[in-house]
């Protein structure tokens, strides 16, 4: 099992900047990819950022440039910088193996002047 523990969430003007933290403990060898997600009310959830095993990263276009996923052994990072709007919304981290997925239960991230 995978157990994912997120942390960093909070309120922060347009234009800021916000890092988010995801503690994976468990079975950690086993994933293959881990990633972020956030989803807005009345939304679909969407996929943010994904890192695999090896180091490859891929971003949704809207916030190519902007965000910066990374991972240190056990623990995922979002580094969320130049901050908009439209970025509000619940921000959860994923760790993806094969046959099966854990995710965190989610931090609300709210942009607003």
Known sequence: QVQLVESGGGLVQPGGSLRLSCAASGSIFSI????WYRQAPGKQRELVAAITSGGRT???????????????????????????????????????????????QGTQVTVSS
Do not use: H
Request: charged share 25%.
């Open 58 to 104: 891929t971003y949704v276009d809207s916030v190519k440039g902007r965000f910066t996923i990374s991972r240190d052994n056990a623990k995922l990072y979002l580094q969320m910088s130049s901050l908009k709007p439209e970025d509000t919304g619940v921000y959860s981290c994923d760790a993806f193996r094969v046959g099966d997925s854990y995710w965190s």
């Open 32 to 35: 293959a990819a881990m990633a």
